[in-house]
Structure formats: structure tokens, C-alpha cells
């Protein structure tokens, strides 16, 4: 059964993905550089107090390291006093001038301590091995300047010298930096010295994922992510305001969609490289990204563009509801995310974000003027969410369940409430019942907790929002963050993903949200 708005064209799609990626083109805009350079010395400790085992103490100013010399088999590990993506440039020479032989070195990029150890024999992960930023190069010619091509994301840099024909000196080493904006924002005035860390790791998290396009994260997976741009847009509203890179990475993911008017939830810049990659719940905030987009930069043509685009997001999942009874069907192509957790039951929540896109959906037809979608979209709601009502909502409880052993978790109360199902009194019962219920499922990644800071904020627990702020992304920094990372599990400091603690993103976009809640 369909629904009857606004349609699209599928037979237009090829024309329309050259427009777009064009347009996605015309938007490009250089990328700002600024010049950072080493300013301690360090060596790594173990302590199994700190995150994943490994913290780092000052042994020297890098003031020093011009003063140094290395010979074969030795070590120096610099420390650039916070994140930063770029590319690095290495001035060498030897003691004598003579270099009759390569010097030979291995080159180890961290974000975070524990990644300094690193050695190839230590890897178990199950995404490619060569995400890992470790390099090994020779330089033939000394005296000489060496700039590595691949951009790297890091704080630390680790500097093994393999061989080198006689005492190796490092005149300079130089992290020429580059973001779409380089200049991190003011913290506001009145906070706290808390809430002032949290603002600006925010900001320098937002910032290092703000290249060419939004990227989720600058080490990996250095690609443009759907869920996380409409994150990313959302902080980018109050802090760099760079709305024309927001419409850049529109084009870009737009370019990508599929022959059945899916768009691609994520993307690569360049044109040769396509994704196969569709989240449900991912391609339904297309509408409320275009919503916010024209609410904050009113432009009216370019949210019409893709209005058709959207609403045929809401179409395809219309297609994929089993039954009345709030059950999707199962793709083996497709995977229903809303957080990183195995054990989630989905469907209420999926459901509940269609309603919620339907919602914005019918908002963005009144502000674009397309009136006659206004009715359809918002009956289309009302009908799925009286069958959440009716299927999914246990009202000895007050709580949202899910599938079919009518599972209880976070998820389904978070967007319950951003779709409306769950009033506000409601929500906030809600979520106090849940935040302790044994059994219930709840999140320990800070893309579905950055929507349970923002229901706290639509039920007035402030008291909750604060803590959920200074407990899981203050615990960050607690841990030595300055960028906040893909997971992060308070009562885990050994956490995995992908197989292997190595693949983590320690700069990662969906993890920006401080930015928009200390104000």
C-alpha cells in the first residue's frame, strides 16, 4: 500500500545523479591549513586505570628534539597537545652530512596512547588491517624534506628508526593541518571549566571531521555518513556555520542512490568509488535534515530539489512493514542500525522513526509549499502511530516494547518521543523507568545517546541531561580525550569494535553533540 504525495521520477535517476554530482563539485571549497608542530616528548606507561591500558608521561619539551640524535634501533615519541588532520613534513639529516645508505623508518599515528604500541602480530579485527596508520618508508637522499602523502588523524606520533647510516637529526617536524575550518569556536561565557572542555573537544571533533565533505571520522572510515551529517549539521548550526559544506555533502550522498531511489547512506568523494550501503533508519532523516537545513540557511530552491528525494525515502520504507502490527521485513542487502547493539530489537524504534520523518516531512511541504503532501504524510502518522499504540506500547508499563519477546529498551522510548507516539509526560515517565529497569537495553554509544540528551532536553530533565553530559562524555576526558570518540563504554576501558580495540575512531562525528547542549 502507498501513500499518495509528491513523486519521483526513477526514470530520471541517471541524469539526476550526474546533476547532483556536479553540483556536489561546484560546491568544493579549499580547505584551510595551519601549521602545528611537536610540544612534548613522551613515553608510554602501561596502567590499567587508564583507557585501554596505556597512558602517556611528558619526558621533555620537543624544543629539544633538533638538539637529539638517533641512531639505529631507536625511538622518540611526540606529542602535538591535541587531535589534529593533516600531513607531515620531516626535515633530516645525518650527524656527518654523509648518507651512504636509506635511512629506514617505521612511523606510528595515534589518536590515543594505547595505539602506540601497536605491532602487526597484535591484530585481530575483522575490517581491513590497513586502516591501521603505521608506515614504513626510506629516504635515499639526507639532508632533505620529506612530506608523507596520505593524510593522517592523530595527536601522537611514534618514530621507530630501523636504520640510518650514521646519527639521524630531525631539524623539524611539521603536522601542516587542514579542516574546512580551522579556527576552533569560543566556549561560551558563564559555563563551568567543565562545560568548557566539553565544548571545545565537541568543536575540535566537529572541526577534524569537517574536510572536503562531513566525514564520520577522519582515521576511519574517512567517508561522508548520512547519520552522522544530520548530527553533524544539527552542531555545525551553532558553531561553524558552514552551510554550503552541509549542501556539498547532500549532493554527494544524493549522487549515490540507488536505482530504486534509495539513497546511499554513506559516500566517497571520489566519482570512481560507490557504496553499496543502505540503513532505513538512516535515509529517513533526509527530511528533517532538509527541514533544519532550510530553517537555518532558507534556501528554499535547494530544499525543494531534494523534497521529491525524501519523500521517496519515506515510500521505500512504507514498502518494507510486514503487517499492521508494526513488523518489518528482513533484506539481507539492508540493515536496520539505530545503535551498535546486537541484542536491539528494532522495529519499534524503526517504525517510531518513520513516524517522526513523516512528521518533518509534512513540516517541509508547508514551509516549500508543496500543500497538497501536507495532509497525506501527516494521516500516514497518525495511522502508524495508533498501531504503535495498539502493538508496541504496554500501558501497565507506560513503556514502548519491541519484537516479539516485547523487548524493553532505550531506543524505542528515544524515538517514541521524537516521533510524537510518547507525550511528554509520557516520555519522561519513560525514560526515569528505564534508565534502571532491570533488563531493559540500554546504549552505550554516543550516536543514540546523543538522542537521549536531546529527548532530555524536549521532557525538562535537565538535572539528566547534565549528567548524562559530564558522566559518559565528560568520562572522555577524564580518560585523556580531546576529541570524542566512536564508542565508549564507562564500565568497559577494554572495549572492542570490529574485532580489534586498533580500528576505534577516536575522532568521531556522532559524538559532537556537547556542542549543542552547553549554550
Excluded at 144 to 154: F, H, Q, S, V
Excluded at 206 to 218: A, H, I, N, S, Y
Excluded at 431 to 451: I, M, Q
Excluded at 475 to 502: S, V
Aim: glycine share 6%.
Amino acid at each position: 500500500m502507498d501513500f499518495n504525495v509528491t513523486g519521483f521520477d526513477l526514470t530520471a535517476l541517471p541524469q539526476l545523479r550526474q546533476m547532483w554530482a556536479a553540483q556536489a563539485e561546484s560546491l568544493r571549497h579549499e580547505l584551510e591549513h595551519q601549521d602545528a608542530y611537536p610540544k612534548y616528548i613522551v613515553k608510554t606507561v602501561a596502567d590499567a586505570a587508564a583507557y585501554q591500558g596505556v597512558r602517556v608521561e611528558n619526558v621533555g619539551s620537543a624544543g629539544e628534539l633538533k638538539n637529539m640524535t638517533f641512531p639505529s634501533h631507536s625511538s622518540v615519541i611526540l606529542d602535538f597537545g591535541e587531535h589534529h588532520v593533516g600531513y607531515f613534513e620531516f626535515t633530516m639529516r645525518t650527524a656527518t652530512g654523509y648518507c651512504d645508505s636509506p635511512v629506514s623508518l617505521r612511523l606510528m599515528m595515534a589518536e590515543l596512547p594505547y595505539e602506540l604500541e601497536y605491532t602487526s602480530d597484535k591484530f585481530t579485527g575483522k575490517l581491513s588491517q590497513g586502516w591501521i596508520q603505521e608506515e614504513y618508508i626510506k629516504i635515499d637522499v639526507l639532508p632533505g624534506t620529506i612530506r608523507l602523502p596520505r593524510r593522517y588523524a592523530c595527536r601522537y606520533l611514534r618514530i621507530d628508526i630501523i636504520a640510518t647510516p650514521n646519527q639521524l637529526i630531525f631539524d623539524q617536524i611539521c603536522f601542516d593541518t587542514v579542516a574546512a575550518r580551522n579556527s576552533l569556536p569560543q566556549a561560551p561565557a558563564g559555563v563551568s571549566v567543565l562545560d568548557q572542555e566539553l565544548y571545545t573537544a565537541a568543536c575540535r571533533t566537529l572541526r577534524d571531521c569537517m574536510q572536503t565533505c562531513f566525514e564520520d571520522g577522519p582515521k576511519r572510515d574517512r567517508r561522508l555518513w548520512l547519520g552522522d551529517l544530520y548530527l553533524q549539521a544539527k552542531s555545525n548550526a551553532v558553531t561553524y556555520r558552514d552551510y554550503l559544506l552541509v549542501e556539498r555533502s547532500i549532493c554527494l550522498l544524493a549522487a549515490n542512490t540507488n536505482d530504486a531511489g534509495m539513497i546511499a547512506v554513506c559516500a566517497f568523494e571520489h566519482p570512481g568509488m560507490r557504496t553499496n550501503c543502505f540503513y532505513p533508519d538512516y535515509m529517513m532523516l533526509m527530511p528533517a535534515l532538509l527541514l533544519d537545513h532550510l530553517d537555518e540557511y532558507d534556501r528554499r530552491e535547494f530544499a525543494a530539489g531534494f523534497y521529491p528525494l525524501a519523500i521517496q525515502q519515506l515510500r521505500v520504507f512504507r514498502g518494507m512493514i510486514a503487517g499492521e502490527n508494526c513488523t518489518l521485513t528482513r533484506y539481507p542487502q539492508y540493515r536496520y542500525f539505530i545503535d551498535h547493539c546486537p541484542q536491539l530489537e528494532v522495529e519499534t524504534a524503526e517504525i517510531c522513526v518513520y513516524i517522526f520523518a513523516l512528521r518533518k516531512a509534512a513540516e517541509l511541504a508547508r514551509k516549500l509549499g508543496f500543500d497538497g503532501d501536507i495532509a497525506a504524510l501527516t494521516a500516514e502518522a497518525d495511522r502508524w502511530e495508533q498501531n504503535i499504540r495498539k502493538y508496541a506500547f504496554d500501558h501497565d508499563s507506560g513503556l514502548l516494547v519491541s519484537g516479539a519477546a516485547r523487548q524493553v529498551s532505550q531506543a524505542s522510548q528515544i524515538w517514541g518521543i521524537l516521533s510524537g507516539v510518547l507525550s511528554i509526560d509520557e516520555g519522561k515517565a519513560a525514560l526515569t523507568k528505564v534508565k534502571t529497569l532491570p533488563g531493559a537495553v540500554r546504549s552505550r554509544n554516543p550516536y543514540l545517546l546523543t538522542y537521549l540528551l536531546e529527548v532530555y532536553d524536549i521532557c525538562g530533565m535537565s538535572e539528566d541531561l547534565d549528567e548524562l553530559l559530564h558522566s559518559y562524555w565528560g568520562g572522555m576526558l577524564k580518560l585523556g580525550a580531546d576529541t570524542f570518540w566512536e564508542m565508549f563504554d564507562p564500565d568497559d576501558l577494554y572495549q572492542e569494535l570490529y574485532g580489534d580495540a586498533y580500528l576505534l575512531s577516536a575522532c568521531h562525528a556522532w559524538s559532537c553533540a556537547p556542542s549543542l547542549y552547553i549554550r
